[in-house]
């Protein structure tokens, strides 16, 4: 029977003996129904009622359910209705379902029957309304990736626009906290395959064993506590995207068997002969420098080269400063919903503290900062004090020994540019090298240089 909270019904039809036959037989199958004979008086009990679905006899009176339906969808756009006809045809049929019934059945209708495609109406509606709500949820909860104004954020936003539709292989390269998850995210909702799963994987700290069961699967018997087969993610992404999260450390031993699936689109669970086909679009990201784990054997070279086909490297907050206000606002806003806090607001001298913090975590330790300040604040303006660091915002600051020391020259020397206005010369006097040196580091490490300055570069590099 259909659910509890969705069983009103309206009946529109002039002929008392059906509606009373439908009205009786409805009732004690646990709907709550109620009954009209002509437009008027079916118009206002859907505008009192609301109902969830109704039943509507073709011919009327004074009017035909063609007149009818566009009405009722206007009051409820949500609406299930059922048209009745006892001069069933296909250009009626297809009339009706152009004009927004569900169904379209010929009379007499056995009330069995008719009970049966009322539920599977119902249940229909609530599979659309819940999907919706999903959607909306989803688009609610999930950041835009491309907040901001600065060149970084712009000129990641133009490469991604070049291939969200393409199926090829993406690495997304950026350091923790930025972003990576959001922005495969975006890119499984935006392509082509977005009404596939999106199934991903963290496989930091993975091993070798649980890792090859997760990603491929397993059958029963096929090691200790495998008492039952087991699909992999491979099996569930099938036809969707498979996000492998910090993909430069997956196991040594695990690579040769990911590089064959992503070339043959084939794999065997563990513990079976036959092969499986998957037609996956693979997504990985990755916080480490992965031509130096190529480099130093801890990264297979053809599997890099086939996860490769397009980078994409998300900056962090220290390179896109003047993105801070605007991802600031957005975070927010979002936990002030979640928390029933909405109206609450930034100062500005909180919001140049937050340009001024190095952010080590990036956006997820920003969206930390501020919803412990939200918790802690009863404010509903945040203040500069409301705020509370990690580590001490003020120049000189200890830099997270976690950092690896090119991480720490990169965040070095975009500091000093920012801090000497993006001009060269003045900066490369602070760090104690030469133009050239800075030039080649800048390349090195991909920091965002000022257009003006760019060029510049451009200038110094023909004259060397």
């Known amino acids: 029977m259909t659910d509890m909270t969705r069983n009103r019904v309206l009946i529109v039809d002039d002929e008392p003996s059906i509606r009373m036959a439908i009205r009786r037989f409805l009732t004690t199958s646990g709907f709550e129904v109620s009954d009209a004979d002509n437009r008027s008086s079916a118009l206002a009990l859907a505008r009192k009622e609301r109902p969830d679905a109704i039943i509507l006899d073709y011919k009327l009176r004074d009017c035909t359910a063609l007149d009818l339906l566009p009405q009722f969808l206007a009051i409820d756009a949500e609406v299930a209705v059922i048209v009745l006809t006892a001069h069933a045809s296909v250009e009626l049929a297809v009339s009706a379902i152009k004009e927004g019934a569900q169904q379209f059945l010929t009379k007499p209708v056995e009330l069995p029957t008719l009970l049966v495609i009322l539920n599977r109406t119902l249940d229909t509606q609530r599979s659309r309304q819940a999907d919706q709500a999903d959607r909306k949820k989803e688009s609610r909860d999930v950041l835009d990736p491309f907040t901001g104004t600065s060149t970084a954020i712009r000129q990641l936003a133009s490469d991604v626009e070049k291939i969200v539709s393409t ?5 997304i390269q950026g350091e923790t906290g930025t972003g990576k998850g959001i922005l495969s995210n975006w890119l499984h909702r935006n392509g082509r395959r ?3 799963p999106f199934v991903d994987l963290n496989c930091a700290g993975l091993s070798k064993d649980f890792l090859e069961s997760e990603l491929f699967g397993h059958e029963k018997g096929a090691f200790t ?3 039952q087969a087991k699909q992999g993610l491979f099996d569930l992404a099938h036809r969707g ?7 430069g450390d997956v196991d040594l031993q695990v690579q040769p068997k990911l590089l064959k699936v992503l070339e043959d689109k084939r794999f065997r669970r563990l513990g079976d002969v036959k092969d499986r086909f998957a037609d996956v679009r693979l997504i990985a990201a990755t916080h480490h420098d992965m031509n130096n784990l190529v480099r130093t054997r801890a990264f297979r070279e053809d599997l890099y080269f086939r996860i490769s086909t397009i980078v994409l490297r998300l900056p962090s907050l220290r390179e896109r400063p003047e993105d801070i206000p605007a991802l600031a606002d957005d975070l927010l806003a979002r936990i002030s919903h979640e928390l029933g806090r909405s109206g609450t607001s930034l100062a500005a001298p909180a919001v140049r503290a937050l340009q001024q913090y190095s952010w080590p975590g990036n956006i997820r330790e920003l969206k930390n900062v501020l919803e412990r300040s939200l918790l802690l604040s009863e404010r509903n303006e945040i203040q500069r004090g409301d705020l509370r660091f990690e ?3 003020s120049e000189g600051a200890a830099e997270d020994t976690r950092l690896t020391l090119t991480e ?3 965040r070095h020397i975009t500091r000093v540019l920012k801090e000497e206005d993006g001009v060269i010369d003045r900066a490369a006097k602070r760090l104690g090298i030469t133009r050239n040196t800075l030039y080649y580091k800048v390349r090195k490490h991909r920091i965002a240089l000022r257009k003006n300055v760019s060029a510049d570069a451009t200038d110094s590099d023909s004259r060397a």
């Open 167 to 171: 199926d090829r292989p993406i690495l």
């Open 194 to 196: 977005k009404q596939e």
């Open 225 to 227: 506590g495998a008492v």
């Open 241 to 247: 995207t498979l996000f492998l999260d910090e993909i």
């Open 391 to 393: 580590q001490p915002t």
């Open 408 to 410: 720490v020259e990169a």
